[in-house]
């Protein structure tokens, strides 16, 4: 007697363990239990019958290594079989343990001697279908059969004398009672037979790895229930709400969902619902409240790309503002110091954001600052003054020449003008038609003067064209483009050559060079390369 009751007192001690150590996340149970099994499925049947139980294990732990299946009833002593299976006659509560599993639950079977009886199935899951049966012993047969639940009658027929529920639910718990009517119109009631509905799997528990989160941060979320013993292998999948049931995941087989940044916008209640693949059970988790923080900005820098002293004038400027600390979506601005005018603005979520000025001049030689503000207050850096270096003699855009290649350009095209007007009129001479640059008439100055040094240089106007020779196709007319064109650069000249056409259209054509087929830009161009 005292080795049984050490035996079933070990036996419940592990068991109770391995409840207390079962986690409660994800959806497949982990308390390896023995499970008993009912064939007939009924729980009561009538005295002389025979019932037959199943053991089914699934080999996680033995406290002693069994060489059969071991059957508890009561208070008898354990016996084995070397067999799964094993037949009863007796009224009593039966458990059974398999090899590598702790022992099952019970099972309660009635053998009556009553004349009506109400058989129900052992064990019952939410969407399982109930079968519940009214049977009576004897030859005399019943005319009509009534159920009642909880006292209430739930139905009388006259065709079947089983009570069917396709679907059956938590709410369909409760007392039932079987009423017979014979043809002598005698009647006859069962006991009240209680029937629990069973879960299919338990109510889903949101877990979350920090419910107050730094914004940007990942967070776990996790949707844990519980399968019973008898179903392990239903399968289920899981869907993560927010707030009034907004869907944040598509339903999954996980029961995990990583979000990889959240943000202060997500903070709110949450939630997880679990739903077998039929959609016939669907259970939804209680709230979850998670609220994301936010860190202020602050040590707001402003720095210079490229980081010297002094920036080129014609490079790229960017202008980097940072913070060293600070979440969420971050407005940045960017500043003159002495005028505070805004030079422009970007909203992200990042600690620093740049401002790129493509071509920088000396107008952009003074200080700068920037600001930032994520919704707790604006933050400006210090000043960072930017200098601006220039390089005489590199332009951009223009085709620009320097001091002695301009002057050697408009000698050369000045010569050539004053050797095609000497070929016009044989009867004067080189010495009378070309003196001393001074010597040439001069009119009044005007916008149109080209200052160099001390020299006023103008365009040349000649007089009307007369006999052209092969060398001279045309009059050609030296013009400015441009007069000081960068306020300090007054060594640089800018001209062009243009060809001027004859009046009549034979001789243009009778004279046409190469010369006239060609853009202005490239007979300057020829003409500065032979310098």
Partial sequence: MLLRMLEEASVLLWASFLVLAAPVSGPFATVHKSVISVQPPWTT????????????????????????????????????????????????????????????????????????????????????????RCQKRGREKLAVVKYTWNRKIISGTDESFDLLIPKASLNNSGCYQCVGFLENAYVLRTSQTNIQIQELFSRPKLEVTDSQPIEGKPVNLSCGTRLPLERPDTRLHFVFLRDDGVMISNWSGSPDLQITAIWREDSG???????????????????????????????????????????????????????????????????????????????????????????????????????????????????????????????????????TGGSLSILLAVALLFYCWYQRKPEMSLSQSLGPASHIPMAPLSTGDVFQGDTIRRPLTLGPPGPLNPMCP??????????????????????????????????????????EDQHISTVYSEVKTQL
């Fill in 474 to 515: 045309a009059p050609v007319e030296l013009q400015q483009l441009y007069i000081n064109v960068h306020p300090r650069e007054r060594d640089l000249v800018y001209s062009e050559i243009q060809i001027t056409q004859p009046g009549a259209e034979g001789e243009a054509n009778t004279f046409r060079t190469s010369l």
């Fill in 269 to 403: 209640s949450y939630s997880c619902g679990a739903e077998t693949l039929t959609g016939g059970i669907h259970k939804r988790s209680l709230p979850l409240q998670i609220d994301v923080q936010r860190i202020p900005v602050s040590g707001v820098l402003l720095e210079t790309q490229p980081q010297e002293d002094e920036v080129i004038e014609g490079e790229t400027l960017v202008l980097v503002c940072s913070v060293a600390k600070g979440t969420g979506n971050t407005t940045f601005s960017w500043h003159r110091e002495d005028t505070r005018e805004s030079l422009g603005q970007k909203s992200q979520r990042s600690q620093r954001a740049e401002l790129e000025i493509p071509v920088i001049g000396e107008s952009h030689a003074r200080s700068y600052y920037c600001t930032a503000d994520n919704g707790y207050g604006l933050i400006q850096s210090e000043a960072v003054n930017v200098t601006v270096r220039s390089i005489p003699g590199i332009k951009r855009g223009l085709v620009a020449g320097g001091t």
């Fill in 45 to 132: 049947v009538f005295h002389g019958e025979r019932v037959n139980l199943t053991c089914n294990g699934f080999h996680f732990y033995a406290q002693e290594k069994l060489q059969g299946y071991r059957w508890f009833s009561g208070k008898a002593r354990p016996r084995e079989t070397p067999g799964n299976t094993l037949e009863v006659r007796d009224s009593g509560q039966y458990r059974c343990q398999a090899p590598g599993s702790l022992p099952s639950n019970p099972v309660h079977l009635i053998f009556s001697s009553a004349s009506l009886i109400l058989q129900a199935p052992y064990s019952v899951f939410e969407g399982d279908e109930l079968v519940l």
